[in-house]
T-cell receptor, first 113, second 114 residues
């Protein structure tokens, strides 16, 4: 069964600290994996996308990793800011199919001063 | 506009009434998706359009839900005889064709059924 699981469900950290969010998936055949950021009351916005051959991709203070063998991905946030408070959603795409996206339930991150 | 727009942003309705939710995708995006996001839950796929046709309607939760897309652009999601469990945020996304292409999401419509 194609599934995407994220952990932790929620996380509270102090401003300036680092954190890592996890995503495990069983989606196959795998095409790509995206991390989205969803601010409260807004639609999700893509942060990074990685294909099978990519291990690491950065976008500013966000760094995503992918281990296609163990089917795990992480999103590392460096020097967190208050504006990083949001839900982070892992989305895995199949190679085929009209609707081929599988969404995790997200990690709710709260950065406090 | 530059992004995906949805209207209304908020809708409060009484149980049993019909509602229509509108999505204006990014110009040129042939693929359009509707999702539902209940409080504290992940995104639930509802329906996917490629052009004006809907090759995948598998996510529609019941026959009270329907959607159409005209002119390869605007899409309308209609919920008939609304129930309280329909209360959620309905998100629309559009993209170029192909799984590698990013889906750009609208701000959503928050539906509350009293």
């Amino acid at each position: 069964k194609n599934q995407v699981e994220q952990s932790p469900q929620s996380l509270i950290i102090l401003e300036g600290k680092n954190c890592t969010l996890q995503c495990n998936y069983t989606v196959s055949p795998f095409s790509n994996l995206r991390w989205y950021k969803q601010d409260t009351g807004r639609g999700p916005v893509s942060l990074t996308i990685m294909t099978f051959s990519e291990n690491t991709k950065s976008n500013g203070r966000y760094t995503a990793t992918l281990d296609a063998d163990t089917k795990q991905s992480s999103l590392h946030i460096t020097a967190s800011q208050l504006s990083d408070s949001a839900s982070y959603i892992c989305v895995v795409s199949l190679q085929t199919g009209a609707n081929n996206l599988f969404f995790g339930t997200g990690t709710r991150l709260t950065v406090i001063p | 506009g530059a992004g995906v727009s949805q209207s209304p942003s908020n809708k409060v309705t009484e149980k049993g009434k019909d509602v229509e939710l509108r999505c204006d995708p990014i110009s040129g995006h042939t693929a359009l998706y509707w999702y539902r996001q209940s409080l504290g839950q992940g995104l639930e796929f509802l329906i996917y359009f490629q052009g004006n046709s809907a090759p995948d309607k598998s996510g529609l939760p019941s026959d009270r839900f329907s959607a159409e897309r005209t002119g390869g652009s605007v899409s309308t999601l209609t919920i008939q005889r609304t129930q309280q469990e329909d209360s959620a945020v309905y998100l629309c996304a559009s993209s170029l064709s192909g799984s590698y292409n990013e889906q750009f999401f609208g701000p959503g419509t928050r539906l509350t059924v009293l």
